[in-house]
């Protein structure tokens, strides 16, 4: 499973960070503004109950009925006798209800009940006491629960929003030239010559922008270097060898001779195309859909040619499996792979060629299999015969190529988004897989 971007990292890091930071804000505010709250509130209660009462004991009569209707009208308060079988529920539990209801006794003495609903009704019950008799002082308007406690809550959702959005400016300001420079990469390494990077914005991106595109710059000019390096050698190589196989043709030698000369010049001249097949970065060809069945059964049909006739190559091909990249780079693999397998695959014990050249395919990527019965090679070797140069000398005696027929196998695997794995064949032998990207 692939891992983030960095984008999706910085943004993450910074979104937890401004959620910690308001997070420890908000506590701290509620923590800070919890106590004068609630003494505002009880201040409020308070002042409530001492009117309520100031009207029952000290108002004249004829105006106290109508100093308790105001109040029921305007401020929600009622009054009610207390009676020892009242079903009183009290105020739920709170650090802000608790700081509140303490407050309020406090201020209106230690005998002072508070309740959050008396025989079913809801609302602020405060207990009274006037003379011998107790009453409940109801307020239906509860200052408890007012709006503005929770206000915090939206402010906060809003700075969240705010901050949120500036993260996400803020983390694609700074990853914008860290993502071109990943494209720039990506498109360099599958052989494509990006497009210049802007020089410009913070000096630390400037000097790494500045650096790519020398960078790039160089290696076109040393990709075109080596491209007329390869042309000459092409040409002052393989020009002679093909004068001395005309001289040889020619030439009055015995058949012997002539037969061990051409052969050598021939692997001379296969040893320089595959130093030239190395050495080739880029495909010829632009990608194009290829037909992975067809081009597997053609790759060994021709191996099933240059091999000996008491040789035996079996297929096991899925149909139909196709695949986007380069026609002539794949054929040039298949044939190094079966090369391989046709050339060192021989039983140890019986002498006799084996191969069974399977491909198989899934959404994701398809697989060609060469196993052979040869005598294989040591785990330790697996990873050094995919460098160039490089033979399997123990178990692979005899050898005259030039050790870059893996090599040039792992590296068009690589150009296809694959792989060339080597693995032990059992009992013996080698099994070679190249997987390639659909």
Do not use: C
Not at 162 to 171: D, K, N, Q, R
Not at 284 to 313: C, F, G, M, N, Y
Not at 331 to 356: K, P
């Amino acid at each position: 499973m692939r891992s983030p971007s960095l984008f999706w990292r910085t943004l993450l890091l910074v979104l937890l960070l401004i959620v910690a930071s308001l997070t420890a804000w908000i506590q701290s505010y509620r923590v800070l503004e919890r106590g004068p709250r609630a003494q505002t509130i009880a201040q409020q209660v308070v002042s409530v109950v001492n009117i309520t009462r100031a009207a029952l004991v000290y108002a004249d009569p004829f105006v106290r009925s109508d100093l308790l209707a105001e109040l029921a009208a305007n401020e929600g308060v009622r009054i009610y006798p207390l009676e020892p079988d009242d079903k009183v529920t009290p105020l739920p539990d709170g650090a802000l209800l608790k700081l509140i209801e303490q407050a309020i006794v406090n201020k209106l003495g230690a005998g002072t009940r508070l309740a959050s609903e008396v025989n079913g009704i809801a609302g602020l019950w405060i207990s009274l006491s006037i003379a011998d008799d107790d009453y409940w002082v109801y307020i239906n308007r509860d200052p408890v629960a007012r709006t503005y406690g929770t206000q915090w809550i939206g402010w906060a959702a809003v700075a969240l929003l705010l901050s949120v959005i500036g993260a996400i400016l803020i983390t694609r300001l700074i990853n914008r030239p860290l993502a071109q420079l990943s494209r720039a990469s990506a498109e360099l390494g599958s052989g494509h010559n990006p497009a210049p990077l802007p020089e410009t914005g913070p000096s630390e991106i400037r000097t790494v922008n500045e650096s790519f595109n020398r960078m790039v710059a160089d290696l076109g000019k040393l990709e075109a270097d080596r491209a007329l390096l390869l042309a000459g050698i092409s040409h002052d190589l393989r020009t002679p060898l093909s004068r001395l196989r005309l001289e040889l043709e020619m030439a009055q030698l015995p058949e012997a001779s002539r037969a061990a000369m051409v052969g050598d010049i021939e692997q001379m001249d296969a040893i320089v195309r595959q130093f030239l097949d190395y050495a080739r970065t880029a495909p010829q060809a632009p990608a194009a859909e290829v037909d992975l069945s067809a081009a597997v059964t053609t790759a060994v049909q021709r191996a099933r040619i240059d091999a000996e006739p008491d040789s035996s190559v079996h297929l096991h091909i899925a149909p139909d499996v196709r695949i986007r990249g380069f026609a002539t780079e794949i054929d040039r693999a298949l044939d190094n792979l079966l090369t391989n397998a046709v050339r060192y695959g021989r039983d140890s014990e019986t002498g006799q060629l084996h191969v069974t050249v399977s491909l198989t395919a899934n959404a994701a990527h398809a697989t060609v299999a060469v196993i052979d019965r040869g005598s294989g090679v040591f785990v330790a070797e697996i990873d050094r015969l995919l460098r160039p140069f490089e033979r399997g000398e123990s178990a692979r005696s005899g050898s005259t190529g030039a050790g870059l027929g893996l090599p040039i196998v792992d590296r068009i695997a690589r150009m296809h988004a694959g792989s060339l794995r080597l693995l032990p064949n059992s009992p013996r032998g080698l099994r070679a897989e190249m997987i390639i990207a659909r």
